[in-house]
């Protein structure tokens, strides 16, 4: 008998959907043209660079003139950063962040600090992993030249309150960006009514190719480039276009577009669904994150008494693909910084699941996740010394 398969990494990235890849292949190929070259082989294909830079304007209500690709989202916030940072060097060396941001985006800090002498202040979180609206208006000083705060974060799915910090930014003259990778298609966003200067996309988030990304960069906003070269993307980054990736990158923000308020009622309803049906059959499990500001498809569990890479593991034999908060999958014993952020200790962080659904999963295969997963935890948890003094009736 066949093995089920379901696929719940989706905040890790997702597959690409038909309608995309049917609207890359011809630039493989046919439309082949370099879209700098003024013969008519590089026209056609300047087209639909411009389409392309349109759609995922649209998603997120911006000018098309104010998107340019990149490489992908680690690029994207590295340029926002580093360029903000270059480009206002004699107005201030201060930068705010959070504890819990994406690695692209603390390394990138890091490397200001120890490189450039940048100062940088990391915000803590709320046990939900929200930040503290005072806290980041008391951070802010006559240096402060750039907030760098995620829109929703990639482990626990828990969506910050960017119109507010946009609007404390705005005041304050400060500039604000936004990692918006996980967001993108998730939930909906208008960067001129959130006052955010710039945010960093990613196309395979949103079932679109890997190795495409975007930032979008308000009018009026001066940040030095950080790829040299030629004169692609108005003389700000740099490097031919990946028509192919690009042309996917648009698609995919087109459909994300139409189809967000059913995305959205949809994976809250398979969400719920799960989170409900975990909490009911495991118990010393918790849920991490907020549950009234979530990213529609994400889910975060903590698992007391065991070790999250047995449990993946254990997962992946019954066919179902999560993720772990840990990092043990990279070599480090160091639990997830997110979970750590948020105040759980190194033995509970451990043990955590993140189960991310996206537009192929169904009720059944959230059922068959309910049915399965118990099991596991149980058979984890039978090995653990601490699980069996507590079902004995001892302390912890």
């Known amino acids: 008998m066949e093995k089920r398969r379901v696929y719940m990494d989706y905040a890790a990235t997702t597959p690409m959907k038909k309608e995309v890849l049917d609207a890359m292949l011809p630039y493989y190929n046919d439309l082949f043209g370099n879209a700098s070259s003024v013969h008519a082989f590089g026209r056609e294909v300047k087209g639909s660079l411009d389409e392309a830079r349109d759609q995922v304007a649209k998603l997120i209500n911006a000018q098309s003139s104010e998107i340019y690709f990149t490489g992908g989202g680690s690029e994207a916030d590295n340029w926002a950063i580093k360029g903000v940072a270059f480009a206002n060097k004699e107005k201030g060396n201060h930068i705010i962040t959070t504890t819990i941001e994406h690695h692209a985006v603390l390394h990138t800090c890091e490397y200001l600090e120890k490189h450039h002498g940048f100062e940088i202040t990391y915000l803590d979180v709320d046990s939900e992993g929200r930040i503290d609206l005072e ?6 000083t006559d240096k402060t030249i750039l907030i760098s705060i995620m829109f929703a974060n990639n482990e626990i799915g828990t969506v910050e309150p960017i119109k507010e910090i946009g609007q404390i930014a705005k005041e304050r003259g400060v500039l604000f960006h936004t990692d918006g990778v996980q967001a993108i298609g998730n939930v909906h966003i208008d960067v001129k009514h959130l006052n955010v200067d710039l945010m960093a996309m990613s196309a395979h988030k949103i079932y679109g190719p890997k190795g495409v990304g975007a930032l979008y960069i308000r009018k009026g906003v001066k940040l030095h480039s950080i790829v040299h070269g030629g004169a692609q993307e108005r003389r700000r980054r740099a490097g031919t276009e990946n028509m192919a990736g690009i042309v996917g990158f648009g698609k995919a923000a087109e459909l994300a577009r139409i189809n967000l308020d059913e995305n959205i009622k949809r994976l809250t309803k398979l969400k719920e669904r799960l989170i409900n049906g975990v909490l009911e059959r495991i118990p010393y499990t918790r849920v991490n994150g907020s549950l009234d500001y979530r990213l529609p498809g994400n889910t975060s569990f903590c698992f007391e008494f065991i070790e999250g890479e047995s449990l993946l593991l254990s997962l992946d034999m019954m066919g179902i693909a999560g993720s772990s908060g840990s990092a043990c999958t990279s070599g480090s014993l160091d639990p997830s910084h997110v979970l750590m952020a948020i105040g759980l200790t190194h033995e509970i962080a451990h043990g955590s699941l993140r189960l991310s659904l996206g537009y192929k999963n ?15 935890v149980d058979r984890l948890r039978q ?4 699980y069996e003094k507590v079902a004995k009736g001892g302390s912890k």
Request: avoid cysteine.
């Open 135 to 140: 806290e980041l208006k008391n951070s802010i």
């Open 383 to 386: 090995m653990s010394p601490l």
């Open 362 to 376: 169904t009720e059944e295969d959230v059922d068959y996740v309910l049915e399965t997963l118990p099991k596991i």
